[in-house]
T-cell receptor
Framework: QQQVKQSPQSLIVQKGGISIINCAYENTAFDYFPWYQQFPGKGPALLIAIRPDVSEKKEGRFTISFNKSAKQFSLHIMDSQPGDSATYFCAASNNNNDMRFGAGTRLTVKP | DAGVIQSPRHEVTEMGQEVTLRCKPISGHNSLFWYRQTMMRGLELLIYFNNNVPIDDSGMPEDRFSAKMPNASFSTLKIQPSEPRDSAVYFC???????????FGQGTRLTVV
């Protein structure tokens, strides 16, 4: 069963806009929440990650917002660029390295 | 380090044949994962090993699938017999135990005809 639910499935944003991708999890044993970026023909690569002791983490144009009580987290991409066009996966992991991924969001940033 | 190395990159096989996918994790990493990616189901965790020991294989779809990790530097995923619905991209990833970044290989695109 899908332990991490991700939405939307696809997203089209204009250059300069904000891209928002949402994820929800159920297992409270998860304590590490990474986001991965995947370009066609490549394996996913870590973009940014957060642990539940903070509610927000920002790295450049990428921000994770984390709501522990709601068991939800989201990725915000500010000033989206065509080069950000890729598939994004949220994931959740426990201390035993059991890492589960969401279904992915295909982002297209139009110039 | 060359990263996680998977072979082959592409595999086309006939239904009923045995398929073996190979993975060399990053040196020093002690967790290894096998994932399957399809358009319909995204990235599914098939099995993962910590310190060469299988921890959770509940994602392995059927008994036709098996995975081994005979040592810290090598793992295989075998499908016998293969079926057309096994067609997907199979990824291997490695990391350190304890919730750290997982590094993915380039994947093996399997097509079963």
């Amino acid at each position: 069963q899908q332990q991490v639910k991700q939405s939307p499935q696809s997203l089209i944003v204009q250059k300069g806009g904000i891209s928002i991708i949402n994820c929800a999890y159920e297992n409270t044993a998860f304590d590490y929440f990474p986001w991965y970026q995947q370009f066609p023909g490549k394996g996913p690569a870590l973009l940014i990650a957060i642990r539940p002791d903070v509610s927000e983490k920002k790295e450049g144009r990428f921000t994770i917002s984390f709501n522990k009580s709601a068991k939800q987290f989201s990725l915000h991409i500010m000033d989206s660029q065509p080069g950000d066009s890729a598939t994004y996966f949220c994931a959740a992991s426990n201390n035993n390295n059991d890492m589960r991924f969401g279904a992915g969001t295909r982002l297209t940033v139009k110039p | 380090d060359a990263g996680v190395i998977q072979s082959p990159r592409h595999e086309v096989t006939e239904m009923g044949q045995e398929v073996t996918l190979r993975c060399k994790p990053i040196s020093g990493h002690n967790s290894l994962f096998w994932y399957r990616q399809t358009m319909m189901r995204g990235l599914e965790l098939l099995i993962y090993f910590n310190n060469n020991v299988p921890i959770d294989d509940s994602g392995m779809p059927e008994d036709r699938f098996s995975a081994k990790m005979p040592n810290a530097s090598f793992s295989t995923l075998k499908i016998q017999p293969s079926e057309p619905r096994d067609s997907a991209v199979y990824f291997c990833a490695s990391s350190l135990v304890g919730n750290t970044e997982a590094f993915f290989g380039q994947g093996t695109r399997l097509t079963v005809v």
